[in-house]
C-alpha cells in the first residue's frame, strides 16, 4: 500500500524490477529518482521531508490508519536522525496528535545517539514537548519517564547524552538564573538536571555559586550561596544522600554523584509541589555479598580547601556579620593559617569581624594586628588593610592607628574615601578630637599654685566635649561640660586656669549665640552637607543624618528637611521601593509643621516684601494666602497620580499611596476631594463597562479599586447602580433572574464592608444606630444608604419571582422569608415614594409566608 508520503523503501529499492514501461504520476509528493539505493541516513532525511510536505498540505484527511503508520514512519527514521525527528515533533503535533509511546521510541533513540552539534535546538523542541499543562503543579507523565530513564542507568542512554545535557543544562540556568532559580517541581530543566546528578537543589545552587565565583561575580556568587544555605545548608554538614546496600555495587556515572538504588523513589520538588511517585528502574540480578571495606581513618590536619569553596564559605560569613550575626561557624574549617593568599587576609578580616560580634574584643584586636602586619598584595588587601587600621583604632581609641586608616584611603580613593571606610566619620573626628585635647593638656607646662596634670588633661576633654556639643546646638550638653571645666578650675589663679576660663567663656558665648535670627551651627553643617557635584543637591545622606540626629527644630531646618524628606522619597519611588513611604509621611508632616505656622508665612511675606518691591503688600498677601491654601492639595496631588498608574497592575502600592492620602495630617475636606477626585477615573471606567453589558468586567474593576480605597463611597454606589440596572432590565425574564441572583449576591458581599464603616449593617427589624467613620460625610452616608435601600428592594424582588418559580413548597418559603428580609431593610433606610418602591409593603406581606 502507497502513503501519500512515501512509496515506501522496499518500493524504491525494487524500483527497476516493477517499473511500468510508461511513465507514472505517484500519489504524493514527487519521489526521488529511480537509481542506485539511498543511503539509510537520506533515506530518512527523505521520509521526514516527505511527511512535513505532506503535513503542509492543509485540507489533507487524516485517518487513524493513516496516523499509525506516519508514527511508525517517524520512529524509524527516528533510529537513524532522532534529532530531526524530534525538531519536525510539534507540527505532528498540531496537525494529527501524538501519544506517549511514539514520543518515547523517539527519545529513546535520541538518548542512545545525540547531535552535539544540534543539542541546543533539539532540546528546545524537547523540553516543550515534555511540558507540564499550565496550572498543573506536577511534571508531565512524559517528563516522569524521561527523568527516570536517565536517572536508573538506562542502557539506551549514552554517555555523550549525559555529558551533553550536563553542560547544555548548566549553562541555560547559569544564564538565565533568575528565571529558572524558583522554577517549581513541574520544570523539564530540574527534573533532567536532578536526574543527572546533583539530585537536590541546594547542590546545584553550590555548583552555580562556584561558577559565578569562578567569573568574578561576586553578587551573583554570594546570592547563589545563600540559596544552596536556604534550600539544604553547607554540603560539609550534609549527610551523604547516595546510600548504598550492603552486598550491592553501584556504578557512578560522575565522581562527585552516586545513582539511587534500584528501589522505589519519590521525585522530590524542592519548590513547593507535590511529590509523584516513580516506578522503580529495572533490577539487576544482585551480585555476591562481599564484605563491607573498613573506612580510611581520619587525617589528623585538615585537608586544604579549593579557592572556590573558601570564596563561598567567607561570602557567607561576610553576609552574616553584615546581618548581625558571627560569621566564625562558616569559617570554622578555614582559619587563616591554612588559606593562601589572596583570600588570607580577607578571611583574617572578617574572623575579627565577627569575634566582635561575638563580644570577644581582644580576639578581634588580636586579628587585626596580625592585618596590620601582614603587607597587603593587592588593592582590595590595601582597603582591608585600611580598615583594619581604622577598627583598631577606634576600638583602643588611638588616633594614630585611625590618622593611618584614613591616609591609605585617602590615597587609594581621594575624597571618596568615606565611602570605602568601615567607621563612620563623626566617631574618627571624636577619637582624634580627645586625643589633641590631651596632647593640648600634656604639652603645657605646670605652674606654681596652678593646676595638676591631672586636672589639666580633664578639664581640656571637657573643653573639647563643650565645644563638639556647641557646633551641633547641644546646649545642654555644653553647659554640662563647662559646668565641670569650672569646677576643676575651682580658686586656681594661674595662667592655665586663666587660659582654660577664657576658652570656656567663648564656647558659652558661641552656644548661647550672639545673633538670635542666625541659623544654629548643626543647620549650617547640615546645609553644607546638601553641596556636592558642583552646586546644592534636594537631599544628600550626611544632611539627613545631621538634621535627624541634632534637630534643632526651628522653622528654616523644618522647611529644608521637608524639602529633602520630599525628594529622597520621590527618589526611592522610582526605584520601587517600598521605605519611600516612611519619607514620604516624614515630608508630609514637616510640610503640616509649616502649613500650621503662622510665623512661617509671615516670615515669607516680609522676605518676598523685601525682594519683590514692584508687589504692593495686599497683592503679595493674596499670593501667599492662595498658596498656602493650594499647599495640602498640590502636596497630595503626586499620590493621586501614582494610585491612578499603580491601581490595577499593583493594587498593594496604590493602596499605601491612599493610606498616606488619608493619613496625612492636613483637613479632612482636602483629603477627601483628593480621594474623590482619584477616584473619579475608576467609576468612569466601571460605568462604561456596565454600560456595554460587560457587568463581570464592570464589578472586577470595582473589586480592584476597593483593594485600594476601602471606603470609597462613590465606587460602591457604582456597584449598586449596576446591580439596580441589570435587575430592572430583567424583571419580566423569569429565565434570567437566576444569573441574575449571583450579580445581586456578589454586590452584597462586595459592599458589607462599606455598610459596616458607614454604620449601615443590616438588621431584620431597624437600622443601626451605631457610629460611622468620620472620613465619610453625613451627605455622602444618606445618598449611599438611599442608593443601598432600592438594591435591597431589587434583591428581594429577584427572590420572590425565584420563589414563585420553585416546585419545592418548602425551597418557595425559604426564598420568600429571605425576601421578606430584604424588604424590611429597604424600608429601614428609607425608600421613595414613587412606583415601583411604592409596592415594597405589599410586597413584604406576602414574603412574611415564609417567616411563619
Not at 548504598?244 to 522505589?264: F, K
Not at 515669607?604 to 499647599?631: F, K, N
Not at 485600594?708 to 447602580?721: H, R
Amino acid at each position: 500500500m502507497k502513503w501519500p508520503w512515501s512509496s515506501g523503501d522496499k518500493e524504491r529499492g525494487n524500483a527497476d524490477k516493477h517499473a511500468p514501461a510508461g511513465p507514472v504520476q505517484p500519489a504524493g509528493p514527487a519521489q526521488p529518482p529511480v537509481g542506485e539505493p539511498l543511503s539509510i541516513a537520506d533515506q530518512a532525511r527523505a521520509r521526514l521531508t516527505m511527511i512535513e510536505t505532506f503535513l503542509g498540505r492543509p485540507g489533507t484527511p487524516i485517518t487513524p490508519e493513516l496516523r499509525q503508520r506516519l508514527h511508525d514512519d517517524l520512529v524509524e527514521a527516528a533510529s537513524t536522525l532522532p534529532d530531526a525527528t524530534i525538531r519536525l515533533l510539534p507540527t505532528v503535533e498540531k496537525r494529527c496528535g501524538l501519544t506517549d509511546d511514539t514520543v518515547q521510541l523517539i527519545f529513546r533513540a535520541w538518548l542512545r545517539r545525540p547531535d552535539a552539534d544540534a543539542f541546543a535546538e533539539t532540546w528546545s523542541v524537547a523540553a516543550g514537548l515534555m511540558k507540564a499543562v499550565t496550572g498543573v503543579s506536577q511534571p508531565s507523565s512524559l517528563c516522569v519517564w524521561f527523568g527516570n530513564a536517565v536517572r536508573a542507568e538506562d542502557p539506551d542512554v549514552s554517555p555523550e547524552f549525559r555529558a551533553l545535557a550536563t553542560a547544555h543544562l548548566t549553562e541555560l540556568v547559569d544564564a538565565q538564573f533568575e528565571k529558572y532559580a524558583f522554577s517549581g517541581g513541574s520544570s523539564v530543566e530540574w527534573q533532567v538536571m536532578y536526574a543527572l546528578g546533583p539530585g537536590t537543589r541546594a547542590e546545584w545552587y553550590r555548583r552555580f555559586g562556584d561558577r559565578a565565583t569562578a567569573r568574578g561575580d561576586k553578587a551573583g556568587a554570594r546570592r547563589r550561596y545563600a540559596l544552596a544555605e536556604r534550600f539544604g545548608g553547607d554540603s560539609a554538614a550534609q549527610p551523604s544522600r547516595s546510600q548504598t546496600r550492603p552486598g550491592h555495587s553501584t556504578p557512578s556515572r560522575r565522581a562527585d554523584h552516586q545513582p539511587p538504588q534500584a528501589t522505589p523513589a519519590r521525585l522530590g520538588f524542592e519548590m513547593g509541589s507535590a511529590p509523584v511517585t516513580v516506578s522503580p528502574p529495572r533490577k539487576e540480578p544482585p551480585t555476591p555479598a562481599r564484605p563491607p571495606a573498613p573506612e580510611p581513618a581520619a587525617s589528623p590536619t585538615p585537608s586544604r580547601q579549593t579557592p572556590v569553596d573558601v570564596s563561598r564559605k567567607l561570602l557567607l560569613a561576610a553576609s552574616d556579620v553584615m546581618h548581625g550575626r558571627s560569621g566564625a561557624p562558616r569559617l570554622a574549617d578555614s582559619p587563616p593559617q591554612s588559606v593562601e593568599q589572596p583570600l588570607r587576609m580577607a578571611v583574617r578580616f572578617v574572623t575579627a569581624l565577627s569575634r566582635l560580634r561575638e563580644g570577644d574584643q581582644a580576639a578581634a584586636e588580636a586579628e587585626l594586628r596580625e592585618i596590620i602586619r601582614e603587607p597587603a598584595e593587592s588593592p582590595a588587601d590595601e582597603d582591608m588593610h585600611a580598615n583594619a587600621h581604622l577598627v583598631l583604632g577606634l576600638l583602643l581609641q588611638d588616633s594614630r592607628l585611625l590618622a593611618a586608616g584614613v591616609r591609605q584611603l585617602r590615597d587609594r580613593h581621594g575624597d571618596r574615601w568615606v565611602s570605602v571606610s568601615m567607621v563612620d566619620q563623626e566617631a574618627i573626628s571624636t577619637v582624634r578630637a580627645r586625643a589633641a585635647a590631651r596632647e593640648t593638656a600634656e604639652t603645657i607646662a605646670p605652674e606654681a599654685s596652678d593646676l595638676d596634670p591631672v586636672q589639666l588633661r580633664h578639664a581640656c576633654v571637657n573643653l573639647a566635649e563643650a565645644a563638639r556639643a556647641a557646633l551641633i546646638s547641644r546646649a545642654e550638653e555644653v553647659d554640662a561640660s563647662l559646668e565641670r571645666v569650672r569646677r576643676i578650675i575651682g580658686v586656681a589663679r594661674g595662667g592655665q586656669a586663666a587660659e582654660l576660663a577664657r576658652v570656656a567663656d567663648r564656647i558659652g558665648d558661641i552656644a548661647a549665640g550672639s545673633d538670635p535670627s542666625a541659623p544654629p551651627p548643626s543647620v549650617r553643617l547640615a546645609l553644607t552637607a546638601l553641596r556636592g557635584d558642583g552646586g546644592i543637591l534636594p537631599w544628600t545622606q550626611p544632611a539627613m543624618r545631621l538634621w535627624e540626629k541634632y534637630d534643632p527644630g526651628d522653622l528654616v531646618s523644618v522647611h529644608h528637611r521637608a524639602i529633602a524628606e520630599h525628594a529622597k522619597a520621590y527618589s526611592l519611588e522610582l526605584e520601587g521601593d517600598h521605605t519611600a513611604f516612611l519619607h514620604w509621611d516624614a515630608a508630609l508632616r514637616h510640610w503640616a509643621t509649616l502649613y500650621d505656622s503662622a510665623e512661617f508665612w509671615e516670615s515669607m511675606r516680609r522676605h518676598l516684601g523685601e525682594v519683590m518691591s514692584d508687589v504692593t503688600p495686599r497683592e503679595l498677601e493674596r499670593a501667599i494666602e492662595r498658596v498656602r491654601a493650594d499647599l495640602p492639595e498640590q502636596l497630595l496631588e503626586p499620590h493621586a497620580t501614582r494610585i491612578r498608574t499603580l491601581w490595577q497592575k499593583q493594587p498593594a502600592r496604590a493602596r499605601a499611596h491612599m493610606q498616606t492620602i488619608r493619613t496625612a495630617p492636613f483637613p479632612e475636606t482636602v483629603k477627601a476631594a483628593t480621594r474623590s477626585r482619584v477616584g473619579y477615573e475608576a467609576e468612569v471606567a466601571v460605568r462604561r463597562l456596565a454600560k456595554a453589558g460587560s457587568e463581570g468586567q464592570a464589578l472586577d474593576l470595582v473589586a480592584a479599586w476597593l483593594r485600594v480605597d476601602p471606603d470609597s463611597v462613590q465606587l460602591a454606589e457604582a456597584a449598586l447602580d449596576i446591580g439596580i440596572d441589570h435587575i430592572q432590565a430583567r424583571q419580566n425574564m423569569s429565565s434570567q433572574l437566576y444569573p441574575a441572583r449571583l450579580l445581586l449576591d456578589r454586590i452584597t458581599e462586595m459592599t458589607a464592608p462599606i455598610n459596616d464603616t458607614l454604620g449601615l449593617t443590616r438588621s431584620r427589624t431597624t437600622p443601626t444606630t451605631q457610629q460611622w467613620s468620620g472620613t465619610v460625610s453625613a451627605a455622602d452616608r444618606s445618598a449611599y444608604a438611599a442608593k443601598l435601600a432600592r438594591h435591597e428592594f431589587w434583591f428581594g424582588t429577584c427572590l420572590m419571582f425565584i420563589a414563585f418559580d420553585q416546585r419545592h413548597q418548602m425551597s418557595a418559603l425559604r426564598l420568600c422569608g429571605e425576601a421578606a428580609g430584604h424588604f424590611r431593610w429597604a424600608i429601614g433606610l428609607g425608600l421613595p415614594d414613587l412606583p415601583p418602591y411604592d409596592s415594597v409593603r405589599e410586597l413584604l406581606a406576602t414574603a412574611s409566608i415564609g417567616e411563619r
